[in-house]
Each structure stands twice: as C-alpha cells, then as structure tokens.
C-alpha cells in the first residue's frame, strides 16, 4: 500500500494529510502522532494529487467558502466505529449534537460512551466532523484527547459561539 501525504499550516496547527490508493486515511493534528506514524510508514510519498486537493478543501473550509468536503475516504475500523462516523457525516455545518443524540441516531441509545470512544479514533478529524459533538450539557468535551480549545476553534469558525465553562442548548 502506497502512502502520500501533504502539510497545511492550518488556523488550529499544522495538519499532516495522508492518503492511499483508496482515499483519504488520516488528518494527525499534534507532533508526537505524526513522528510516531512516520516511524511506522517511512515511505511516504510527498504531495500526492489527493492530499493536494484534500489542503484545497480544507484550505477553503478554514476560510469560510466550504461547508462540506468532497473527498475519497479511507477509513479502517469496526462496523459500530464507522456507523458513528457516518453519522457524523451527516451533522449539519454549524450544528452541534450530544453523544447521546449520536447514539440515538445509529439505533444503539445506550451506546453514549461508545459513540465518545468512537469519536476519539476518528483518524479523519475535520473531514469527519467530530468536532460538532458536544456533552449533552453542551459542554465541550474531549477532542483529540483532551484538546478541546481545537474543538471550540472549529465550532467558533463554523458560527457556533461557545464557551467552555458555559452550558448551551444542543441543536437538534
């Protein structure tokens, strides 16, 4: 299997994109996580076509002209996994949903925690917007572990005004 990847210098960080024959395969947003898949994958290809286009997207999301990307996906994980990540796919630009709301949505309600350990292995951050799910509260729960200043930057770009400590009212 071949692998291609792109840097963006994106708002939120650097965004490492990589991508196979197939599709898109993973957005690592932090340093150590792409050290360590670079250790295991040495053989990266620099600036494939699709990671091209892939920085195109995001590069227009970032700044406001796209709401949804268009994009060849590659993703790896069990049935459950990839039906919560479906249904993230299907959450509106500048809409928030809990976990318990995500759970409902794939048939499984009592699958809250998860649908949040499903979230946090989303290796497609952005693309697959698991950014749009909130605590039932409407906290800001965890992001890519525990980074949720992430989290609020991408609600806050698509027009959601949110405040950590702050509970909201879920969209729904």
Request: net charge negative; charged share 30%; hydrophobic share 35%.
């Amino acid at each position: 299997m071949s692998l291609g990847f792109a840097v963006y210098q994106s708002p939120v960080g650097t965004l490492r994109i990589i991508a196979d024959e197939t599709g898109l395969k993973r957005i690592e947003l932090f340093e150590e996580d792409w050290v360590k898949f670079l250790e295991e994958n040495p053989d990266l290809q620099e600036d494939t076509a699709l990671c091209q286009e892939a920085v195109r997207q995001l590069d227009e999301y970032f700044s406001g002209q796209r709401r949804d990307f268009d994009l060849p996906l590659s993703v790896e994980g069990t049935e459950f996994r990839r039906k919560v990540w479906d249904a993230l796919l299907r959450i509106p630009y500048g809409e928030v949903r809990s976990y318990a709301d995500v759970a409902e949505t794939i048939g499984n309600p009592k699958a809250v925690r998860a649908v949040g350990q499903a979230n946090r292995a989303n290796q497609l951050p952005i693309i697959i917007p698991c950014h749009r799910v909130i605590g039932k509260g409407g906290s800001l729960t965890g992001y890519a572990g525990s980074n949720t200043p992430i989290k609020q930057q991408l609600l806050e770009l698509e027009g959601r005004k949110m405040k950590e400590e702050a509970p909201h009212k879920v969209m729904l």
